[in-house]
């Protein structure tokens, strides 16, 4: 028998036993006489003592840190208690130390110190079986497992049934790059990895089922961000039958809820969540992903400029933002703004103003602030010591910019609510966008109800034409993405047609659907939320690599395995491929 108690378990009451503990080596203190090793398992640590006996020093002296054993011995009351860790007021006498696997004497970076986070990310994740070791890193994998039961028990709650759908799929046109998979059976051939599992979870809609979900994988070829992990992340994917837009917000409420009540003691906003139209967003925080956090908002001031004579506002886009006392800032901090919102946001600039105690106009472009322009701004909620923050440029540029400003400025000036989680719904997306070649192209979910139906499809200004379209977004993050989907074959045809696809590319690219669609079915939505993000917010951890077990690095290369990477001419000559020098 390797152990028959956990590390962690024992206390106290455990006085006069003898156990068999087994884990990993965190530390060893020599005495001399003495030795002190600290043995660590998942459950916690417990405190070995090896005392004068000749067998057990002469195998201890063998014994380096983060080599595996096995020990038994009697648990023994401790004279110097330690009120830090459970086990605190225990140890025990080592009797019998059996060696279970050994380690290297030298470690490439140091385990459960506080050098750990001095480690190039790269080397962690080299070894990344040596990094999963590490307290926080750990605690934060067994968070993950927590918040999936719950997830899983929720739903089931809830009526849904967990059904599995493939992982070889078809290419579709989903938002990013597939991940093409070659067919060694059908010459020339493709299969793609899933982006989500959209057509499956409409035609389960089609099949009857009334409520799916799964913690689905989902595949997509994009650079990596602290927040996106490349190539693969996981989504709670669900849908539902007869359902609206409320209806799936009632689930996503109760699940976003239920989940991060669960497992954080943060104040977590109470149902219904906040619900902003996209519009709203985009001109109050320059972003479709607000961070409710930031007391700050953009306003515009336009008008106020029309008859400026700062010439460096004429005919464009004026958007401010007004700091409660930020005058007491020196010029060194509007500096560095201006300086941000060049080199970081890619504006050409950032003009300020300062109000003073007496509310007179300081700084800046203080002398282009007209009397006129001062009463307007005093109705506009400025005040005496404010500062404000001035942005000019085309629309969509100078609501980026203000966006990215005034991310900064309530980070900067610490102004964002500490130990709580803002929630809510992004609702009225564009149906559609012009790419970047100037064509109509799909703004969010290409399978999207369009609101108003045929008629608008057929009479609208595409560009205008909202979808039923929605995200739940939590401290700045988008946590989850969703729709009412469009169930008429007709109308997926034209909104497909007005998006530059023919109806033969529609029939051949999402036969499934197209030809399910002919044979009933009925009006369903759903959503996904994303696993990995939600994990990220509940460990407080602004890295998403460190929610993950084995995370690619930035370059969307996984270290540990050594992929992506080459393979045989034979296997390249099996699936039909030449690879282009």
């Not at 001035?390 to 980070?411: S, T, Y």
Request: charge should be negative.
């Amino acid at each position: 028998m390797y152990r028959d108690h956990n590390c962690g378990e024992l206390n106290i009451s455990n006085v006069g036993q003898t156990v068999i503990i087994a884990g990993w080596i965190q530390k060893i203190r020599n005495l001399g006489s003495m030795k002190f090793i600290d043995l660590r398992d998942q459950y916690g640590i417990t405190q070995i003592v090896i005392g004068e006996n000749e067998e057990m020093q002469k195998i201890s002296d063998t014994l380096v840190t983060e080599c595996v054993i096995s020990v038994k011995g009697k648990v023994v009351e401790r004279s110097n208690k330690n009120t830090k860790i459970p086990t605190g007021e225990i140890e025990i006498e080592a009797k019998e130390i059996q060696i279970l696997g050994k380690c290297k004497n030298v470690l490439p970076f140091e385990i459960n110190s506080e050098k750990t986070g001095e480690a190039r990310e790269d080397l962690r994740l080299e070894y990344r079986f040596l990094d999963l070791r590490n307290d926080k890193l750990h605690q934060t994998i067994l968070l993950r497992s927590k918040i999936m039961k719950t997830l899983r028990r929720k739903m089931d709650e809830l009526g849904f049934v967990e059904v599995q759908t493939p992982i070889l799929a078809n290419s579709s046109p989903e938002g990013a790059r597939d991940y093409l998979v070659p067919s060694r059976l059908h010459p020339g051939e493709f299969y793609a990895l899933p982006q989500a599992p959209q057509q499956f979870k409409q035609l389960l809609m089609v099949s009857g089922f009334d409520k799916y979900y799964q913690i689905a994988p989902c595949f997509r070829d994009e650079d990596p961000r602290a927040d996106r992990a490349p190539g693969e992340f996981y989504q709670l994917d669900f849908e539902m039958s007869f359902a609206e837009q409320e209806d799936v917000f009632k689930v996503l409420e109760d699940i976003f809820t239920t989940v991060f009540k669960e497992h954080t003691n943060w104040k977590v906003d109470e149902a219904p969540f906040r619900r902003i139209p996209y519009k709203e967003a985009m001109e109050t925080y320059g972003i479709d992903k607000p961070d409710l956090r930031n007391p700050l908002i953009i306003q515009d001031a336009t008008k106020l400029f029309e008859n400026s004579e700062f010439n460096a506002f004429k005919g464009k886009i004026v958007k401010m933002i007004m700091v409660p006392n930020g005058a007491e800032q020196g010029r060194k901090f509007f500096d560095s703004m201006t300086e941000f919102a060049k080199e970081e946001v890619g504006a050409s600039g950032l003009a300020w103003v300062k109000v003073d105690q007496e509310s007179a106009y300081t700084g800046g472009i203080a002398k282009f602030i007209t009397e006129e322009m001062q009463k307007n701004l005093e109705e506009m909620g400025v005040k005496s010591n404010d500062a404000i923050f001035f942005m000019a440029d085309e629309l969509k540029a100078v609501q980026k910019i203000a966006g990215l400003i005034r991310i900064e400025l309530g980070k900067r000036l610490d102004l964002l609510e500490k130990n709580v989680y803002r929630f809510c719904f992004i609702t009225d997306f564009p149906m559609y966008e012009l790419s970047d070649e100037g064509t109509i192209d799909f703004n969010h979910n290409p399978f999207s109800m369009p609101q108003g139906g045929r008629e608008a499809l057929d009479n609208e200004n595409p560009l205008e034409i909202l979808a039923y379209q929605y995200d739940v977004v939590c401290n700045g993050y988008e946590v989850c993405s969703g729709a009412v989907r469009n169930h008429d074959p007709e109308l997926m045809v034209k909104a497909f047609e007005i998006a530059g696809y023919s109806e033969k590319e529609v029939e051949t690219r999402f036969g499934a659907l197209y030809n399910a669609f002919q044979y009933g079915t009925p009006p369903h939505a759903g959503a996904a939320p994303g696993l990995d993000r939600m994990v990220m917010l509940i460990a407080n951890s602004e890295n998403i690599r460190e929610v993950i077990a084995f995370p690619k690095n930035k370059k969307a290369r996984d270290l540990l395995m050594r992929s992506p990477s080459k393979v045989t001419e034979k296997q390249l000559e099996d699936v039909h491929i030449e690879v282009r020098k």
